[in-house]
């Protein structure tokens, strides 16, 4: 693996200095985990460990058709597949704080709580500006609490419809390429095909573009010629172009395209799994647990790198997730490095009903293996990025609801 925190570490841990492992080191091991778990915080549940996880794979999608929107998918890179495809995020919602760029859509999880008829369809969102500068700017940013305006490079929204809706069937899709949405999306940008196109070219009138800059990059990268085309055809023969779910996108910069795939962690639990052909493996399963033991051997008393040691231990059990859902009470995210977590009190409150938030799901960095980021030192880079969401997935007068996302940074800046 060229990128992300795995291949970072194994790098890290064949420079470290080895001691001779003893055999009780399974033992060992686990005291460790827990006293990391009990120091931790607050109520020290002892289920902790306890609690089912859902992991996320990257999947090439099986079907055109499988990651539209009707099919409510879960998917990472491409354009979003918008749950409400009518009122979108608008605005500055849209924007990189920092640069002021449209953002880049990184994944979408479909995680509906079926307790409430208000959630029935549910799909958090999370979108981010791919420049690194301003990953490093968000990092102070993402401690403001209200009333100070905190400025994000990093946002996620939260969506929710009830069984009954204006935009699909009550009943569930087929999936065999025949469902439709009940009704169209609002036009998006043709250049991006991630935010709302309110912007129409003045020549054909047929392009839309969420920002005019998008519309100028799209204008160089071939419109202008297919521009004077779409001016000669008839304008009947694109008005339903628009949404049978998919918006032409122009540009070749979003991050690739996957379907996520769902599993439960505990299946990985057996070495069964070693067996069930992990040829595929980011990371030999053996190697890390090597390099592991080595490390809790020398690092006893560094809670970073101890805490460091059961992420890795978590992540080769899978090596290739990246991501961790559960939103059962008490959750909490597994952080890479004990410094740069966020604590209980301060993830803030729901800016809707003002009630708490709560660990939904966190993603890993082996997402930038499967996005292709190169390894240098500008590129993106993170160890995990945790979203919290209002524990009651609340209802307000607006769409996409705006959730708080934590940004924990790359190992690299572990002293
Ligand atoms: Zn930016
Ligand atoms: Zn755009
Ligand atoms: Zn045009
Ligand atoms: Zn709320």
Redesign the pocket.
């Known amino acids: 693996m060229e990128s992300g925190a795995n291949g970072d570490s194994i790098e890290k841990l064949q420079g470290l200095q080895i001691t001779p492992l003893d055999d009780d080191d399974e033992e060992e091991r686990e005291m460790v985990a827990y006293e990391y778990e009990d120091d931790d915080e607050d109520d020290g549940e002892d289920e902790e460990e306890q609690k089912p996880v859902t992991l996320g794979f990257l999947e090439k999608p099986k079907n055109r058709w499988s990651l539209l929107r009707h099919l409510f998918p879960s998917k990472a890179g491409g354009p979003p597949a918008w749950l409400d495809p009518i009122n979108l995020p608008t605005g500055r919602s849209c924007l990189c704080d920092m640069c002021g760029e449209p953002l880049q859509f990184v994944l979408q999880v479909y995680a509906p709580i079926i307790e409430k008829e208000s959630t029935f369809h549910r799909t958090l969102f999370l979108f981010m500006c791919p420049s690194m500068a301003c990953l490093r700017r968000d990092q102070h940013e993402q401690w403001k609490r209200p009333p100070e305006k905190a400025s994000r490079s990093v946002k996620v929204f939260r969506c929710q419809l009830p069984r009954s809706n204006p935009y699909y069937s009550s009943e569930p899709p087929k999936c065999n390429g025949t469902d439709k949405p009940s009704g169209p999306g609002v036009s998006l940008c043709n250049w991006c095909g991630t935010w709302k196109g309110d912007k129409v070219c003045s020549s054909c009138r047929r392009a839309h573009y969420c920002q005019q800059k998008h519309q100028v990059t799209h204008w160089r990268s071939g419109h202008k010629v297919e521009c004077q085309q779409l001016n000669l055809s008839s304008p009947s023969s694109d008005s339903n172009l628009a949404d049978a779910g998919t918006t032409s996108v122009a540009s070749n910069s979003l991050w690739p395209e996957y379907e996520m795939i769902n599993e439960d962690e505990s299946e990985y639990d057996t070495e069964m799994s070693e067996v069930n052909g992990q040829t595929n493996a980011l990371v030999s399963k053996t190697g890390v647990d090597d390099t592991m033991k080595s490390l809790l051997d020398s690092f006893e008393g560094d809670s970073d790198r101890r805490s460091w040691a059961t992420f890795q231990e978590h992540l080769a059990k899978a090596p290739e997730q990246v991501l961790r859902y559960c939103r059962s009470a008490g959750a909490k995210a597994l952080w890479p490095t004990s410094s740069g977590q966020l604590s209980k009190a301060d993830i803030p409150k ?1 800016s ?4 708490p938030r709560c660990f939904e799901f966190q993603i890993l960095p082996q997402l930038l293996f499967y996005f292709g980021v190169s390894n240098d030192v500008d590129s993106l880079d993170w160890a995990t990025m945790v979203v919290y969401t ?5 209802e ?1 007068n607006v769409s996409y ?1 705006e959730e708080f996302v934590w940004v924990q940074h790359s190992l690299s800046s572990v002293p």
């Open positions: 729901c809707y009903c003002g009630g209002c524990e009651s997935s609340c307000a609801k």
